[in-house]
């Protein structure tokens, strides 16, 4: 009788002892898929940091105005929508030879455009009484005006200064005409003052001579007074700087 009891509760024990087995094994069998799972979200996770990552590089590289200086050299700063500066070309081979000396990736626009007007080669130009011409090309005409007026207060912008807002269609229509933006802007101008005017011409000019011609056909003065120029800008948006003819907004002498 108790032998009989004995091998029921063992019998029974065994029975408990396989079921313990069974389970354990059906959890190990969870916890290996849920780490293989795991592993293959993990891929696609990293995955979904770099993507999140490379697109905010794109946006933050991203240009929304650009902004010519030209005096020769002449150069050209891709600004983003912080304000930051995100590329800088040579637009000439003096330009280019510019744009290599420079670090000012990332500045804020009015710093970069300073740290220029101060350069060497861009003082030396100036000091031989070149043309400094310098625009804002954008889409949102709040934005371009907005950085015309801060440009055109920065140290370096003087009496022998022309500062201009554009849409960014000049862009693409100088680089056709195989000229700066600030350039193709004084092209426009001697144009309208002067229909046999070339691009051929155009090129082997500096802008002094290009703001000459368009002096001499208007008869306004380069040297006025501060404030006294009343003129008008070829293209889109408003300038700052000589009075000159063509067609589109207002402008005034520099500072």
């Keep these: 009788m108790m032998d009989s009891k004995l091998k029921a509760a063992f019998d029974s ?7 313990k087995q069974k389970a354990w094994e059906a959890v190990e069998e969870k916890r290996k898929k849920r780490r293989s799972h795991y592993g293959k979200l993990i891929p696609a996770f990293c995955l979904l940091l770099l993507c999140l990552g490379f697109g905010s590089w794109r946006l933050y590289a991203a240009p929304v105005a650009h902004i010519t200086i030209d005096i020769n050299p002449s150069v050209e700063l891709q600004i983003n929508r912080w304000d930051k500066v995100v590329n800088v070309e040579g637009l000439n081979p003096d330009g280019e030879a510019l744009a290599q000396s420079l670090s000012v990736r990332f500045w804020d626009y009015s ?32 934005r ?110 520099g500072k």
């Design 13 to 19: 024990l065994q029975a408990d002892e396989e079921l």
């Design 144 to 253: 371009r005006e907005k950085m015309l007026e801060v440009i055109s207060s920065c140290p370096g912008i003087g009496q022998n200064a022309y500062c201009y807002a554009a849409g960014t269609e000049q862009i693409k229509q100088a680089q056709e005409a195989g000229l700066s933006c600030g350039k193709y802007q004084a092209f426009l101008e001697w144009q309208a003052l002067d229909p046999s005017a070339t691009l051929e011409q155009a090129r082997t000019m500096t802008m002094s001579q290009l703001r000459q011609k368009i002096a001499g056909l208007s008869g306004e003065n380069q040297t006025q007074a501060p404030g006294q120029g009343q003129g008008q800008i070829q293209g889109q948006g408003q300038g700052k700087g000589w009075g000159a003819g063509g067609s589109g907004g207002k402008g005034k002498q």
């Design 111 to 142: 710093q970069a455009v300073e740290e220029i007007l101060q350069t060497p080669l861009v003082e030396e130009a100036a000091a031989r009484g070149e043309t400094l011409a310098v625009g804002v090309m954008g889409d949102d005409s709040q």
